[in-house]
């Protein structure tokens, strides 16, 4: 009987040290997303614009990508808006 037991609290253990050590999920506040949109500049005056080049350096800036589907008429717009700034949040 002491066996079984010995072997489940080691498998407890193992499975709390996996539990423990696991990676904590990246969450994006709300400053995040203020901080990538402004990482990007003056958006409303790349949009109201006709200068091309303004134009494409946002869309590049926030990874765009559109996708057309003929047989259903439908667009798919995608960003991917990355920063890279330093935390200025503390440690934890």
Do not use: F
């Amino acid at each position: 009987m002491v066996e079984p037991m010995n072997q489940a609290e080691a498998e407890r253990a193992s499975a709390r040290a996996e539990l423990d050590n696991t990676p904590v999920a990246n969450l994006i506040t709300a400053a995040d997303v203020y901080a990538m949109v402004d990482s990007l500049g003056d958006i409303a005056a790349a949009l109201s614009g006709t200068d091309p080049d303004a134009l494409t350096n946002l869309y590049r800036s926030a990874q765009l990508e559109v996708r057309r589907e003929n047989a259903t008429e439908a667009v798919y717009v995608t960003a991917s808006v990355r920063v890279n700034s330093e935390c200025v949040r503390g440690g934890t």
